[in-house]
């Protein structure tokens, strides 16, 4: 086969059908507390570790660094703006895996370190500007109007 002819190769496709997979998972009382907040209070907490100090965002149920069990009473309150630690501004689309539906693009997705947290949150971001978007720069949390007790219920980080 010459190249001439590999380059008319007809295109083709596999489709999924009409499959449809829905599914939910508990995020047990750490994650669900940490829901509760977003969606009741407008509220970012952490998990501070007993031994080590660190603070987890979102909480969980074990430290990572020391393995210490920790309990909703070592939730505590971390704030709502942060700065960037990690970021990207994605220009090729794809199916966003969380709602089964192509993101249009240009968007800006990140790690997000909140103040008084050790740990990344990911998340988006307001901004597409890529002389705002960078490491070090300070964003905050802007919630959804109508919140489900989901992370989105955040809506996005804007770029301050
Ligand atoms: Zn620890």
Redesign the pocket.
Same mark, same amino acid.
Request: hydrophobic content about 0%.
């Given at each position: 086969m010459n190249d001439k002819k590999r380059e008319d190769v007809e295109l083709l496709s596999i489709s999924s059908g009409e499959a449809s997979q829905p599914f939910d998972w508990s995020v047990g009382k750490h994650g669900s507390y940490f829901l509760q907040q977003l969606r009741d209070n407008k509220k970012i907490v952490g998990i501070k &570790?007993p031994? &080590?100090q660190?603070v987890y965002v979102p909480p969980r149920p074990v &430290?990572g660094? &020391?393995f210490?069990g920790l309990t909703l009473d070592d939730i505590i309150p971390v704030s709502d703006e942060g700065t960037i630690y990690v970021c990207t501004i994605v220009q090729f689309g794809f199916v966003d895996p969380s709602t089964g539906i192509q993101r249009p693009v240009p968007y800006t997705w990140a790690f997000v370190k909140l103040d008084g947290a050790d740990t990344c949150l990911t998340h988006f971001l307001d901004s597409t500007d890529a002389e705002k978007v960078k490491v070090g720069a300070r964003v905050k949390a802007v919630f959804e109007e109508k919140r489900t007790g989901n992370l989105m219920d955040i809506k996005h980080f804007a770029v301050l």
């Open positions: &570790c031994g &080590c660190r &430290c660094h &020391c210490k």
